[in-house]
């Protein structure tokens, strides 16, 4: 009965996905796999979608645009303009010579172009630190927790984060230590330094409740309340991101029960967890 269960909750996920609204997103747990719709989710960023870049040039952009950026100043633009007419005009008629006016327009490009490329390394460099701080997550394969980078972290990853730990990525409760609230710090984001509250969605304490009975707080409950959702068959549909991070939408679904999920259950990538063991989310 449970695999038939399994096996009706995929096919349910199948034939719902044709029909998923603009910029919704749908995951479905199952032991088998994790189903992602629309699947294109996890294909941007060559298979990395939780890769950070801020950097502006590459190897090929970074004159062109440098230069680009440049001359929307007044002052580029007037020099280049004197330099030319100079040297249509010739030395017989132009008061200066065309090089004397241009080659400290070339120097001051060239250096500018120079230090656009050092500011670039450096955020390069702290892009690389960010993209490959390590996190736990849940493999389906091996029912365990495994180490990975924070780039290779998909959607519909199940994470567990611990104490004093960074989120990942923009996260949705699913499990606390010991059932409790979570807190977290969200000073990066809005400076405020007093912690807020996190409850996970009803439903998900009704799951991992056999599996959690024990009530113990340590990173094995976390492990086997990962499995329960994994075999559960339930079913996650969000809302299109918004840039509101109180507009957070989505219900999660398990045969014809649904549960609402808001800004409650939101975990912004890069707050901080704080006075709770471990959260899975």
């Known amino acids: 009965l449970n695999q038939q269960h399994k096996d009706s909750s995929i096919s349910r996920i199948k034939s719902t996905s044709s029909v998923v609204a603009n910029g919704e997103r749908l995951f479905a747990f199952s032991k088998r796999e994790l189903q992602v719709h629309p699947p294109s989710l996890n294909a941007v960023k060559r298979g990395q979608p939780n890769c950070v870049s801020t950097t502006k040039f590459t190897l090929i952009t970074w004159l062109p645009l440098s230069l680009f950026y440049q001359f929307h100043r007044v002052s580029n633009v007037y020099f280049l303009v004197v330099s030319v007419l100079c040297l249509i005009l010739g030395e017989d008629k132009s008061p200066y010579s065309w090089s004397v006016v241009l080659m400290p327009l070339v120097a001051v490009l060239c250096w500018t172009a120079l230090k656009d490329a050092w500011e670039d390394w450096y955020r390069y460099r702290d892009d690389q630190r960010e993209n490959s701080r390590a996190c736990r997550v849940f493999d389906l394969a091996e029912q365990d927790f495994v180490d990975c980078e924070w780039r290779h972290v998909h ?28 807190f977290i710090s969200t000073a990066n984001l809005d400076g405020e330094t007093n912690l807020k509250s996190r409850l996970a969605p009803y439903f998900c304490n009704r799951l991992m409740q056999d599996a959690t009975d024990t009530l113990d707080a340590d990173q094995e409950e976390a492990a086997r309340a990962a499995r329960a959702l994994s075999v559960s068959g339930v079913s996650m549909r969000m809302a299109a991101p918004e840039a509101n991070l109180a507009a957070v939408r989505g ?18 990538r890069g707050c901080i967890l704080r006075n709770t063991p471990w959260v899975l989310a």
């Not at 219900?251 to 912004?268: G, M, Q, R, W």
Request: aromatic share 4%; glycine share 4%.
């Open 155 to 182: 959607a519909g990853s199940v994470l567990l984060v611990p104490c004093d730990g960074a989120f990942p990525a923009d996260l949705i409760v699913m499990h606390t230590a010991l059932a409790a609230e979570a």
């Open 251 to 268: 219900k999660l679904e398990l045969n014809d029960e649904e549960c609402a999920v808001c800004e409650t259950s939101f975990l912004p």
